[in-house]
């Protein structure tokens, strides 16, 4: 049956269920962070890694494959980073209580970007944040709690929605039920569980943590329903905007990159753009738009580009990212703002560039709709 719902679930939401294939299996490991509950993490080294060396670190923390099975592995086995793949409290092997975008989890994040990664052997003190989607969602809320810079140095997320409320609950003052239902109560779940499946079979500490969830990571709990799901009236106290990321927005300090779908049909089309606009002024930021639905989406490696140059580099303009894109470009405020229309031709990967957004060189027209169905231009 578990199988079969799986299958179900992946032929309806294919695009949110797109998975990288598993890494090669390293231990479990169990961090007590500031409150004592254990967060389940597993850490994956460079291709090539050297033993004695230091390397910077690349966190991806998110409620499905986690530690277990990353949902974002695009950077497991770089040679420039280790990767620390984190289950959110509550989720796989995880002690504690799943809390479904909450500052709790967030706090977890930040405890281990400040206090446990710095002091590994194989860590320089220097740590970035990834991820896709829900991993982009908590990554971003993870960034936004870390209180200062001492160790986080940059941030690169994508497939992100700006408020909950108005982004996926209620976009434009209409009910969105489905996704977030089949989501919530569905998909998200079911690759918890799969994904984590071997661990909680072989692992007794897993099983240990495992029953402690009060299977908060199975069904979504009532009050959420009442809180959000259920009412087309949100307060400042409601889960949607209490979480939502532009309400922690302001905690973020180091340079961001966010990256937006032009029909993104899962976490909207609005997001990423929204967000950008609002990071607190002053600090570097970039924004990769480009087609296609709710998938990573990243052309020609913007994610790499930005953590290289501010991680590996430390923001010197006159080295390269590991792709050989120079960091006098990637860093340029004159051209942070990259849009891909990804349609015909052997140009189709080469962006439009800009300073800013909305475009500045926008010629903007504003239009009538007629009871007629036609148009009447100003």
Request: glycine share 12%.
């Amino acid at each position: 049956m578990r199988k079969l719902l799986l299958i179900a679930l992946a032929v309806m939401m294919a695009p949110f269920a797109v998975r990288a294939a598993a890494p090669s299996p390293s231990p479990m490991r169990y961090v007590k962070v500031d409150d004592g509950t254990e967060i389940a993490l597993r850490v994956f080294y460079p291709d090539g890694y050297v033993a004695g060396s230091k390397y910077p670190a690349l966190m991806e923390i998110e409620g499905y494959g986690g530690a277990a099975s990353p949902n974002d592995g695009s950077f497991v086995g770089d040679p420039n980073y280790v990767v620390v793949a984190v289950s959110l409290r509550g989720t796989g092997c995880s002690a504690g209580k799943l809390g479904l975008f909450s500052e709790r989890s967030s706090k977890d994040g930040a405890w281990i970007i400040d206090h446990w990664i710095p002091r590994q052997s194989w860590s320089n003190g220097l740590v970035g944040i990834y991820g896709h989607s829900y991993g982009g969602l908590t990554g971003f809320l993870v960034a936004a709690e870390v209180p200062t810079t001492a160790h986080l140095k940059a941030v690169a997320v994508s497939g992100l929605i700006d408020d909950f409320y108005r982004g996926i609950l209620y976009p434009g003052g209409i009910s969105n039920y489905g996704f977030p239902l089949l989501w919530g109560a569905g998909l998200r779940p079911v690759s918890e569980h799969t994904s984590n499946l071997p661990f909680l079979e072989s692992d007794a500490h897993c099983r240990r943590n495992y029953l402690t969830h009060l299977s908060t990571d199975a069904v979504p709990q009532p009050t959420l329903f009442l809180d959000t799901y259920g009412s087309p009236f949100a307060t400042p106290d409601s889960f949607a905007i209490r979480n939502a990321l532009m309400t922690h927005i302001k905690g973020i300090k180091v340079p961001i990159q966010l990256g937006q779908q032009y029909q993104d049909e899962q976490t909207g089309p609005r997001g990423g753009h929204v967000l950008w606009e609002n990071i607190p002024a002053g600090l570097p930021k970039r924004i990769t738009i480009s087609t296609g639905m709710h998938n990573p989406n990243d052309p020609t490696g913007n994610k790499r580009d930005w953590l290289d140059c501010w991680i590996v580099n430390g923001g010197d303009t006159s080295k390269s990212s590991s792709l050989g894109h120079p960091c006098v470009d990637v860093l340029n405020p004159a051209k942070r703002v990259l849009l891909y229309f990804e349609s015909m031709g052997s140009d189709r990967l080469a962006p439009y560039i800009s300073g800013d957004w909305p475009l500045p060189e926008t010629v903007w027209r504003r239009l009538y709709l007629r009871g007629d169905g036609t148009l009447k231009p100003t």
